[in-house]
């Protein structure tokens, strides 16, 4: 019995330690994001919203926009631009998600 207490504490350990990093990767993208708001590519736009939990869907017929859709949330429309997005975008993402908050009481 006292072996499988073990193994659950280390399991705890182990998923307590994959949180944190992930928590930190996210902090340290928004940390980039909210210090400068003119260079933000689309790539680091996608990796945020993937990692609130919002699904894309590719634009079809010629459209560069990309949706960006959660349930019981409105829609984020992203467009793809490179080499960085227009900061009007970038701000919509900040207010929609919270970043500000986020940022302050998480990282």
Same mark, same amino acid.
């Given at each position: 019995?006292?072996?499988l207490l073990d =193994? =659950?504490?280390k399991y705890d350990i182990i998923n307590v330690e994959k949180?944190?990093?992930k928590t930190k990767k996210r902090c340290k993208l928004v940390k980039a994001i909210l210090t400068n708001r003119k260079h933000v590519s689309f790539e680091d736009i996608d990796k945020l919203l993937r990692a609130f939990g919002y699904e894309p869907k590719q634009p079809r017929g010629g459209s560069s926009?990309? +949706?960006y859709r959660k349930k019981g949330v409105n829609p984020i *429309? +992203? #467009?793809f631009k490179? #080499? &960085?997005l227009k900061e009007v975008y970038v701000?919509? *993402?900040i207010k929609q998600l919270g970043l500000e908050d &986020?940022?302050?009481? =998480?990282?």
């Open positions: 019995m006292a072996s =193994n =659950n504490i949180n944190m990093s926009h990309y +949706v *429309v +992203v #467009p490179r #080499p &960085f701000k919509k *993402v &986020f940022y302050e009481e =998480n990282c």
